[in-house]
């Protein structure tokens, strides 16, 4: 098993991939907005040749095969240290590439990969991940030592689609004069 930075080539195979995991999965947010293979090279084109972008984007390969992926972000937060994050927000290997021991462990391998690229790109950064509580990735992220600090929550449906925030804001009243 190869692990390195998301290229052209594998968009097929992590497009595969991602339908498998939501499949799998309850939660439905966030969601790619690609449903065909033209509109999601189309975004992982913009990303992966951005000067200075904040992609994080690692795969997993065997042969030409995909078998997994991890995706996240760089951001600097207004408050607090380390300012750098790097964020994990999607991280899935496909069911027959699960349950490796040791370098044929494929998710850690490629949470490893996705920390040594964020840390070569802002030395000293935290980090953090997303996962989705029943996923594989809730069992994984704890047996790598990381600790739970927070519920990050969406307002959003049932299907994952984002609700009018709006909705959320107090209704303005009128007074009679």
């Not at 195979?13 to 947010?29: D, I, N, W």
């Not at 029943?134 to 600090?149: D, E, I, K, S, V």
Request: aromatic letters at 10%.
């Amino acid at each position: 098993m190869r692990y390195r930075p998301l290229q052209l080539v594998d968009l097929p195979g992590v497009q595969r991939l991602y339908h498998q995991m939501l499949a799998e999965s309850e939660s439905k947010y966030p969601q790619w907005t690609v449903d065909t293979p033209a509109e999601l090279t189309k975004l992982w084109y913009e990303e992966l040749t951005k000067p200075t972008g904040s992609l994080l984007a690692q795969v997993a390969v065997l042969g030409n095969r995909v078998k997994g992926f991890a995706f996240g972000e760089l951001y600097r937060r207004p408050l607090g240290r380390p300012a750098w994050v790097g964020h994990c927000t999607h991280l899935y290997v496909e069911p027959k590439s699960r349950g490796g021991i040791g370098p044929k462990a494929v998710g850690p391998q490629l949470i490893r990969a996705l920390a040594e690229d964020a840390e070569a790109r802002c030395p000293g950064l935290v980090l953090e991940a997303s996962y989705t509580p029943g996923t594989h990735g809730a069992h994984l992220w704890p047996r790598l030592g990381f600790q739970p600090y927070r519920v990050t929550a969406a307002y959003v449906d049932q299907a994952g689609k984002a609700r009018p925030v709006a909705d959320v804001l107090p209704r303005k009243t009128t007074r009679a004069a």
